[in-house]
């Protein structure tokens, strides 16, 4: 189990959270002018490191609301600092 | 050669069954990956076409990923005619490899049930079965009656809060004793002077312009005119030591086993809405599979709830399993894909040949994967079969879309 630290419930056993996979993946700022090569990274293609991972995880159990965290894929060791304590919401 | 009963034959000691030499510093290819889909490529690339000079470099142990730690289901009912076409031309090869490599694989063609808990489930179901028969691959639709007929353990009481309402069955379907698989192709690449080296980890490639030219290895360079990647879920690992992306995304995979039981299920069962896949193997452990857990993660272990689940969909299936006890559980990394196929072709780069995605159902397709990865490597252009396949489906937007329609939900 991973006990993950929802910035506004605090930290909360893992099946109270839905994955968000990869954070920071942004919609193409103008779209018409976007190449299908592009459109496919957009769509399709995600980070997969070994190591260090930033990404999104929505505490669906619970405030609902999503937020970020860095996480070892190794060690799935948490890292709350780096990220997580900015509380904000976004809107998907 | 007298007929072989499954169980009865114990192959010899795996120690036995090849050498393991020291790397040589060149060889017409090399291939990364010591599983089932390295070994098999080897095999067909030695057999098919004449290729020899080859090495099979694996990080650890021969056939020690997923390759031993997965539930050895074996089925060709895919829904469209892509992937049809590739596990049928697996399931054919299978029919024959324990012959062919005159070892025990214990392939035992007990049928596969895939059952349906919905009405759009039973019509996704039944056009399944329609699209099979178009492709040859037997396949039938079953009501709950007859369900029971095959397998009368499982609980088809229109009760249950997602009750059995068919299943789609494949007599075909089976399963095989994977590390059985693994050895007898090492056996054979063995006496066929391919080189199998364990401990031995690429870090990195060679590199001429757009030629891949050989690969870095804890154990020193090797060059090489061909490296094929057959490294499941750690595909992703070497192909950013080139800067070359690829849409997969690594997850752990979870299998459990019970302590061993009398002979009590018959065949092979799958649920895809309660999430759940059981079959007994020869020993007669209950081996379970279920879902991928939903984060990404290289540490070959899954969360405790994720077997929770499975467990409770197989004892609400299975009311008899709640007696048994779990021997073990385990996990493994499973490579998956946006449209959950199978990514096996060519690369930007010239001499580098992917072959990764193959997820939670790659075991199926081993000898198939071999067979169609070693004409690609081979001739630098995909076999028919695995031409679909390709890494540019993803910009084109030709995916072949087996999620949900394959019978299993990832
Ligand atoms: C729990 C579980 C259940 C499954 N159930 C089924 C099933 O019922 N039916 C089915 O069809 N499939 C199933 N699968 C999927 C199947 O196991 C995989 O798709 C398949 O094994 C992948 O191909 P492979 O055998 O070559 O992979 P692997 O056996 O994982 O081979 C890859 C090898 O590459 C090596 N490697 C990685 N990186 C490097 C490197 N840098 N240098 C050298 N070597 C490296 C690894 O150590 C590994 O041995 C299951 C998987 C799991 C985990
Ligand atoms: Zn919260």
């Known amino acids: ?92 | 050669m007298p007929p072989r009963t499954p169980g009865a034959e114990l192959p010899e000691h795996p120690d036995w069954l090849w050498h393991s030499p020291e790397p040589k510093s060149s060889y017409d290819a090399v291939i990364v990956g010591g599983g089932g889909h390295g070994l098999a490529t080897a095999y067909y690339l030695a057999k098919n076409h004449g290729i020899t000079n080859i090495a099979v470099l694996e990080r650890g142990w021969l056939a020690g990923g997923n390759m031993a730690r997965n539930t050895t289901i074996i089925r060709s009912n895919y829904l469209w005619d892509e992937s049809a076409g590739l596990y049928e031309h697996a399931l054919k090869l299978w029919e024959g490899l324990a012959d062919e490599l005159d070892y025990p694989l214990l392939f035992s063609q007990r049928g596969v049930l895939n059952l349906a808990h919905s009405l759009q489930e039973v019509r996704d179901s039944v056009r399944r079965v329609n699209a099979n028969r178009l492709n040859g691959v037997d396949a039938e639709w079953l009501d709950p009656d007859q369900v029971a007929e095959i397998c009368p353990i499982l609980n088809t009481s229109p009760d249950l809060r997602y009750p059995v309402l068919g299943a789609t069955w494949q007599p075909r379907a089976g399963i095989a004793k994977h590390d059985h698989v693994a050895w007898g192709f090492a056996r054979a690449l063995d006496r066929m002077g391919v080189d199998l080296i364990q401990g031995c980890e690429v870090t990195g490639f060679e590199r001429v312009g757009d030629r891949v030219v050989g690969v870095e290895t804890t154990r020193g360079p090797i060059r090489t005119g061909k490296v094929a990647l057959a490294a499941a879920g750690h595909t992703s690992v070497l192909a950013d030591t080139l800067g070359l992306r690829l849409p997969i995304q690594s997850h752990p995979l979870q299998a459990l086993v019970s302590e061993l039981l009398e002979p009590v299920h018959p065949t092979v069962v799958m649920s895809n809405s309660v999430h759940v896949y059981v079959s007994q193997a020869h020993k007669g452990e209950l081996v379970l599979g279920a879902g991928i857990d939903a984060h990404n993660s290289y540490s070959q272990r899954g969360a405790f709830h994720t077997i929770e689940r499975e467990m409770t969909a197989a004892v609400e299936l299975f009311p008899m399993f709640a007696r048994a006890h779990v021997l073990r559980t385990w996990g493994g990394v499973v490579d998956v894909t946006p449209d959950a196929s199978a990514i096996m072709g060519l690369t930007p780069f010239e001499g580098l040949y992917v072959n990764c995605g193959w997820g939670t159902g790659g075991f199926k397709s081993t000898p198939g994967v071999g067979w169609c990865y070693a004409h690609t490597i081979a001739h630098d252009e995909p076999h028919p079969l695995n031409a679909a396949f390709s890494l540019e489906r993803f910009t084109t937007g030709a995916l072949v879309d087996e999620h949900g329609a394959a019978g299993v939900a990832h």
Not at chain 1, 7 to 34: L, S
């Open chain 1, 1 to 92: 189990m991973m006990l993950i630290p929802c910035p506004w419930c605090g930290p909360r056993n893992e099946i109270e959270f839905h994955y968000g996979g990869q954070a920071e993946v942004r919609y193409p700022v103008d779209p018409q002018a976007v190449s299908d090569e592009d459109w496919a990274r957009f769509l399709f293609f995600r980070d997969n490191p070994k190591g260090m991972f930033t990404e999104r995880w929505s505490h669906a159990a619970g405030c609902r609301r999503w937020f970020t965290v860095r996480r070892d894929t190794v060690t799935n060791e948490i890292h709350p600092d780096d990220g997580a304590s900015n509380a904000r919401t976004v809107t998907r």
